[in-house]
């Protein structure tokens, strides 16, 4: 496995379509205090995890279950796992306080592909490990400044069992309870990335990690266009990949958050998705190795004024050829 040896600028899009991509505390999709919506950078991490994890990679850092010992009643619960058992478990270890040497738990930390790519905080037993991750994504806004708020009633198949606690009569419910389900009728976030692969180079020297390596970047690339669209859950089933944008640099060459280049209009047949950033890249061309655009050509027109850029396909990763 070679390492890394280029700096990856981009921006990935997801388009959600009757669903929630990122609630707040409250239930509706979070906004600014502007009312615009966006969603964090860990909403977007979570599904690629989980992509991953279906793949048979290690893991670290995503909520896993186990069964509680019994209580003084005998009763047995579900509970989520700590970040030390999730640790003991992924990497079957016994119990980690016993490992006195930080760089096996630095051996075992790197080679959970969510550390590797994201970083991670680890503050357990006498470990106490603060890794920077060579993937960097900020928050995603959305650009579809037609997006509107849906409240649905949902029907219960169960009555309250609290209901008659309710009832001023104390009565049973005759009815089966309410639910409510929230989503956005239409949005598109935009999320800016940076890959810089040198972050590692301290714990290279130590001996614990080879570096992110060009396998690493492409089990990235890989859950970064196709995490979201695999990933089905009741709120998430509306959301898929629709956009990434890939630009392979010199090591050396610092640019900024690319979304700012990009811009998004509602189409009556085709959405457009514009790529601005000729005049940001003309006098650093001979500095960029490659620019990919990955996209849904069913649903979405691409305009870019980036010379040499190639397009793909966003679910098959086939060429397609643009006028």
């Known amino acids: 496995m070679s390492k890394m040896n280029k700096r990856v600028y981009g921006v990935l899009g997801i388009s959600s379509v009757m669903a ?33 994890e279906e793949a048979g990679e290690k893991v670290l850092n995503i909520k896993s279950f186990t069964v509680s010992k019994p209580d003084k009643n005998g009763a047995v619960f579900l509970v989520p796992r700590t970040l030390k058992e999730r640790y003991e478990y992924i990497f079957g270890v016994e119990d980690m306080k016993k490992d006195k040497d930080i760089k096996v738990i630095l051996k075992n930390l790197f080679s959970a592909i969510d550390v590797k ?5 680890f503050a357990e037993a006498d470990a106490n490990i603060s890794i ?20 649905q009633n949902i029907l219960s198949p169960f ?12 009565k049973d419910a ?29 714990f290279e020297q130590l001996g ?3 570096g992110y ?50 811009a998004f209009t509602k189409g009556v047949e085709k959405n457009t998705i514009q790529v601005k950033a000729k005049e940001l890249l003309h006098d650093v061309k001979d500095r960029v190795l490659s620019v990919e655009i990955y996209y849904n050509s069913h649903t979405t027109e691409i305009v870019s004024d980036i010379e040499g850029v190639k397009y793909f396909d966003i679910f098959t990763g086939k060429e397609i050829a643009k006028q």
């Open 20 to 52: 929630n991509w990122n609630a707040d505390f409250s239930g509706f999709p979070k906004t600014t205090t502007k009312g615009q919506f966006f969603g964090s950078d860990k909403a977007l991490k979570f599904p690629m995890k989980k992509m991953w």
């Open 117 to 121: 790519n994201f970083g991670s905080t």
């Open 132 to 151: 920077t991750g060579a993937v960097q994504i900020g928050q995603g806004f959305n650009l579809y400044n037609g997006s509107e708020t849906q409240e």
């Open 159 to 170: 009555k309250d069992p609290k209901a008659a606690e309710k009832n001023k009569e104390g």
């Open 174 to 202: 005759k009815n089966s309870t309410l639910g409510t389900k929230i989503v956005s009728d239409e949005a598109h976030y935009f999320y800016p990335f940076v890959i810089n692969p040198k972050v590692y180079d301290n």
């Open 208 to 210: 614990v990690t080879e």
């Open 213 to 262: 390596t060009e396998e690493d970047y492409q089990k990235f690339k890989e859950a970064a266009l196709k995490g979201t669209t695999s990933f089905a859950t009741n709120s998430k089933v509306g959301c898929e990949n629709e956009f990434g944008l890939f630009i392979e640099t010199e090591p050396t060459l610092y640019l900024p958050n690319m979304d700012k280049y990009v």
